[in-house]
């Protein structure tokens, strides 16, 4: 069954505009620029119409955006499972680390690839599907991907450090916000360290972003013209917050609410809040499964996402691998953006639900359902790790890091993997100690 009978997208009006404008001027019609900004001037207006439209107030009393509020429609739950970080905390938080940077890695050069397409890479490379280790070629090599790494660094013959991700560096982005800014930083403190830090962001962080350097409020920075409320984004950003409260899910959903808020509203802050939650609580159980119901704990029970999150842990026993998922993916959320949080929120308990306790199976399945991909098998690998710890990450994934992982944050272009777990310790301890 559909979650929603989404309207039909309107896709490709930019550049049948340009076609028909580029045409008549080859033909030697007169006036056709200034028809050109009628028609934008038009859009503009029609868009505006569009966001103005009212949303539905019953749905939006069940899907706040204020702390309390949120709080106060949760279900009963764990809140604070540990008073410390656990003895074992080092050495799951490496797990949490390295297999979030392998998951990311092995997804980031298919990011957003549809599943046939992968099979037919996989299968012109000789490439077992899904993958038991990386890719061993990258289509187009030679491009760069983030600035900092070219595509051909995502592969075993040429990787030296964990490649540059979007993903990646939010991790590390929150590192420096809990260092600079302490387990008490304010949204607004994070619209500074987004400036200071970034160079450049994509879809609702784009937009904070740019809002944000234009003076906008970082309390209104996500709000303010983004049509990507919901998106993947913030929960993309997810892993900091969960690894600097082990066991204390109610305070990692708290650090993602904040953070959350700068670029997101409703499910997007909601997405952020769970996966928080759940790395969190990973690193309290045995089994990723009960981390990923502890997570349900800390979002509003009846939000959209609650209902997508208790539908995919409800189907999951019936997911048997990734065909099952991406099938029932296209099903549920026919036509939805691919960097959209509904589905690969279910992608993400789906890797986890197939692949058990083995790491390469866990990434290599959820790459292969696809959707945004690299996000998923990193929040995968992430709650694997922090579950399982550094020792069930077979070698081959991480033998080529080499104790880095590459940056394009301002002024921050290399990351040891130890000194990052180090500090990701004395955070926890930190915010822990309160």
């Avoid at 620029?33 to 859009?43: D, S, Y």
């Avoid at 029932?328 to 279910?346: D, I, M, T, V």
Wanted: net charge negative; hydrophobic share 45%; with cysteine.
């Amino acid at each position: 069954m559909k979650l929603f009978d989404y309207a039909d997208f309107v896709e490709g009006w930019d550049l049948t505009i340009n076609r028909y404008a580029t045409q008549k001027v080859e033909f030697g019609a007169p006036g056709v620029a200034e028809k050109v900004a009628e028609i934008e001037a038009l859009l503009k207006q029609k868009v505006a119409e569009l966001d103005a439209l009212p949303n539905d107030p019953e749905l939006a009393k069940a899907e706040p955006d204020d702390l309390p509020s949120i709080r106060a429609l949760r279900p009963p739950g764990s809140r604070r499972m540990l008073s410390s970080p656990p003895d074992d905390f080092r050495d799951r938080l490496a797990g949490a680390w390295l297999a979030r940077c392998a998951g990311c890695t092995l997804g980031s050069i298919v990011e957003g690839w549809k599943v046939d397409r992968m099979e037919r890479w996989a299968a012109y490379l000789g490439d077992p599907f899904p993958l038991v280790d990386y890719w061993s070629q990258a289509e187009q090599p030679h491009e760069p991907r983030l600035k900092v790494s070219v595509r051909h660094d995502y592969t075993p013959a040429k990787m030296d450090g964990v490649p540059s991700d979007d993903d990646l560096n939010y991790t590390m982005l929150g590192l420096l916000i809990l260092e600079e800014y302490g387990p008490d930083f304010t949204v607004e403190d994070l619209g500074a360290a987004w400036v200071k830090y970034l160079p450049f962001a994509f879809t609702a962080e784009g937009i904070a972003l740019d809002n944000l350097r234009a003076g906008v409020p970082a309390m209104q920075a996500g709000a303010l013209n983004n049509p990507c409320l919901n998106w993947i984004g913030a929960d993309i950003r997810s892993d900091p917050w969960g690894y600097a409260a082990p066991g204390w899910p109610e305070k990692a959903a708290e650090f993602a609410w904040r953070d959350a808020t700068i670029s997101h509203r409703r499910n997007g802050v909601y997405a952020a809040m769970y996966f928080s939650a759940a790395i969190s609580a990973a690193f309290a159980v045995d089994d990723p499964m009960d981390a990923l119901k502890i997570g349900l704990e800390e979002i509003p029970a009846n939000s959209i996402t609650a209902r997508e999150i208790r539908w995919a842990l409800e189907m999951a026993p019936s997911i048997h691998g990734y065909k099952d998922a991406a099938a029932l993916c296209e099903e549920r959320y026919p036509g939805l953006w691919k960097a959209h949080s509904f589905q690969n929120n279910a992608l993400t308990i789906w890797g986890l639900a197939v692949g058990g306790d083995d790491f390469t199976k866990v990434i290599g399945e959820t790459v292969a359902m696809g959707q945004d991909n690299d996000c998923t098998a990193a929040t995968a690998g992430s709650i694997f790790g922090a579950v399982y710890g550094a020792s069930a990450i077979p070698d081959h994934w991480t033998k080529n890091f080499n104790n880095t992982v590459h940056s394009y944050l301002n002024g921050q272009r290399t990351f040891a993997i130890d000194d990052t777990i180090d500090r990701f310790v004395t955070q926890a301890e930190r915010a822990m100690a309160v």
